[in-house]
């Protein structure tokens, strides 16, 4: 039996979604990527886009894919986590994608159709205004299937960015303290510490980022009206929120600058790059 709606869960089996007796009080966990979002007017043209989107998914692949699918998730975490990356309508067929996956870890992993805005939208429209809505169906949809569900925690990832081994684990440990627990809709989270990573010369560079977009932020489901971390752009959520550095004595990312980026065209201006080889310690 195949779950049918809404339609992003049309093809994840019922075993994954179905609430069992060890399911109370379990939280949701919604990893976020916008992956190829229509808001560049540098990828208008179809076949550069084409071109971008075919490098930019092989990259993930080889390292955001695998740092997510190497999390390990332990036995006394009673959260289901969600995986999605956003895309714009049409893109899942244009370049054969699956709906969704269960990855090894039990994190399930689904692509995301974005409908593509008429005439010219604001600034953060789809990233600010889109992907809250998008991810408030989900919760919707979730919380019908899961009665006792009290929380979920979104968390920003980009598609060219790596992540530690531990950085899921790290997250719910702060996210299940009971000063969170009791006031969940007070906290924006971020991990400051991080590196730059430069493919052009192969260096990395220490990187200490206020106001990072590495963040993630519990809300409690009672209360409605999901905001999610993507309610403001990154650097303007301490305009209205209170931001709580996540303080780590190593990287709990690598930004990767100088493949093409639009955004991140720039070394880190933090502390001089140390030479390095590779990135295989990110999924170990």
Known sequence: MLISSPPHFSNIHSHYIQPSPSDRNKELVIITTPF????????????????????????????????ISSQTIHSSDNSLYLWLLFVSHGDRHRFNLPK??????????????IPIANGSPPNNY?????????????????????????YISTMRIDSDDCIRYDY????????????VCRRPNDYVFYFPNGLNFDLRVNSY???????????????????????????????????????????????????NVGHGNLANSNLSYIVPPISTTSLSFWST
């Open 36 to 67: 190829a979002l229509p808001f560049s007017s540098s990828l208008a043209n179809l076949h550069k886009r084409d071109i971008w989107f075919k490098y930019r998914y092989k990259f993930m692949m080889t390292h955001l894919f695998k740092n």
């Open 100 to 113: 969704s996956q269960v990855l090894a870890n039990g994190i399930i992993l689904m692509w995301i159709e």
């Open 126 to 150: 789809y990233l600010n205004k889109c992907l809250p809505l998008e991810i408030s169906s989900i919760v919707r949809y979730m919380s019908s299937k899961f009665p006792d569900l009290k």
């Open 168 to 179: 899921l684990k790290i997250c719910n440990f702060v996210l299940s303290h009971p000063l």
């Open 205 to 255: 560079s220490p990187y200490i980022w206020p106001e990072s977009p590495f963040m993630f932020r519990k809300e409690s489901i009672s209360l409605g009206n999901i905001k999610t971390i993507w309610e403001y752009p990154h650097d303007q959520i301490s305009l209205t929120k209170s931001l709580s550095p996540v303080i780590s004595t190593q990287a709990m990312w690598c930004l």
